[in-house]
């Protein structure tokens, strides 16, 4: 069976658009597991009040990163988290970001101030 140039060319292209699709399947296994490490240190960090160490994460590329460390000061809801929740609500570029910032924010907010008008 003689190979001609076209066909060469065909089985050259599929082998490397195949090289290609393993080479993204791997890449997203590893930034998968590697967010999955990730989201397990912002719940460690959560359940310790590592306030500072969840800001941290507020600048992470990955919007479900910034998310989960919005819900992680979310989770400690005192007055300390609500300065870098506001700026996440005002600045961040993924709109579901800022609207759980804003509702943490919110909700922290009137748990502050319902004292004050029971008294």
Same mark, same amino acid.
């Given at each position: 069976m003689t %190979? %001609?140039?076209k066909d060469a060319k065909r089985d050259y292209k599929s082998s490397v658009k195949g090289a290609v699709e393993s080479a993204e399947r791997v890449? @997203?296994?590893r930034e998968s597991k590697k967010g999955v490490e990730i989201i397990s240190d912002i719940?460690?960090?959560a359940y310790?009040? /590592?306030i500072e160490g969840l800001v941290t994460f507020l600048a992470h590329? /990955? !919007?479900r990163i910034r998310t989960a460390a919005v819900l992680g000061l979310g989770q400690i809801? /005192? @007055?300390r988290v609500l300065k870098p929740l506001v700026g996440v609500w005002k600045d961040d570029e993924d709109e579901w970001v800022r609207d759980q910032a804003r509702d943490i924010s919110r @909700?922290? !907010?009137h748990r502050m101030i319902r004292p004050l008008g029971q008294q």
């Open positions: %190979t %001609t140039v890449a @997203a296994e719940n460690q960090r310790s009040g /590592d590329r /990955d !919007w809801g /005192d @007055a @909700a922290i !907010w």
